[in-house]
């Protein structure tokens, strides 16, 4: 692990995806690319875009890159016209970063066109696929959310008066899923709400689904519930309709780490508005963690909510001395010391005439190769800090996630094999502090076991029989895309 340095943005924390739905206006794709917009942070590898005339058709455009990249404006005005629509942006947790990988996925079988967009991972999607193809069917992606495709599309499954809930419970392990058919939005999420999914109204009185409600915020829509853990929920010309395709697990598992590190602090997830969260673990984190400095710093940008929470509840004054570069894009590994170290100063600026001879706190949501931190302490130090304590809003991560975070194996993770003293080492500071189980759980507004933390405890709410990896359905004759 030590031999392999990341710059940042290589191999910081990326899940799938962030999904958007609308349905009963002549500006759908418009209103979409909007709620896209604010889900940026959710996915930036690629974005699609799903549109239906309410009838008979369906069309859908999905590129590789940003929202604002991909989507014109006369595209939205005229190839994407429609009365409903839904969107997506992805970073690709199964499946590579490829044009055909994109979603919305847009398929015809037997019922019609649909377009489906996934933010999870099935983990019962290799055993699926395998199945599938030794009956000939042929896949045109990599992506573990073709299978749902494909089980729509079985003859013994097209036949019942109501498909989709049976293909729902061939499903394994996390999806929120949004579906567009040519009548109807579909909204579902599976019976252990691992990741967000809520729904809203607009002013004009149209229904939409959103990963998180920083989209509604975009578009000027208000929060009307989440939808359940094994519910779907149907937007057609006459409404909305709720039914039940599984009920609710016994224990829910939604992901802790969405309030950690992914949501946009402005969303409410989960019933907790994310910000809040962050700053009352930076305030348990100051209570276990107690050290005496000059300021609080944040490692921007979600350690700052917790940093606030921190810098009160210690009364250190909080101080903004880590600028982040908003402009830069993907970065690589490159060879040299030197070039690892350019690409840190151009990724963040350091406000040397701030940290120069002071204690500073640097608050980070979240190590997970250590490698990143590590180039970032150095630029701390060679700004002159006298003194760098890291404090960690999040237990140390030990365990890969299989339910839709980019962190899969164990030897990606530096707390993996080491102690904290001997990852404080590595990082090349005074202290090192990571938050506690307990005292995270604490600060979360539902019951303890109403969380998944298996990348910190490898508890497993649902039972991960047969891993696979980011690429397992590569092939290489897929090199072409």
Known sequence: M????????QYEKKEKC???GIWGTPEASQITYQAMFAQQHRGQESAGIAVTDGIANVNAHTAMGLVSQVFPPRMLKEDLAGI???GHVRY???GSSRLCNAQPLLRQY???PVAVAHNGNLINAALLRHEYEEHGHIFQSTTDTEIIVHLLAKPTHVERPDPLPHVLKHLQGAFSLLFLFADRIEACRDPWGVRPLVLGKTAGGCWCVASETCAFDAIGASYVREIEPGEIVRIDQHGLTCRRFSPQADRKAHCAFEHVYFANPASKIFGDTVHIVRERLGAQLAIEAPVKADYVMPMPDSGRSAALGFAKQSGIPFEEGIVPNRFVGRTFILPSQLARDVAVAIKLNIIPDV???KRVVIVEDSIVRGTTTRLKMRALRAAGAKEIHLRVSCPPIRNPCFYGIDFPTRKELIANERTVEQIREFLEVESLAYLSLD??????KLPPDDYCTACWS???KIPVDHPQSKFSFERDQLKMF
């Open 458 to 460: 490898g508890d497993y």
């Open 18 to 20: 962030g999904l958007f």
């Open 2 to 9: 030590d031999s392999e340095v990341a710059l940042p943005g």
């Open 355 to 357: 940290v120069s001879g």
């Open 110 to 112: 037997v019922l019609g």
């Open 439 to 444: 005292g995270l759980l604490s600060c979360m």
């Open 92 to 94: 690709s947790t199964t």
């Open 84 to 86: 409903a629509a839904i």
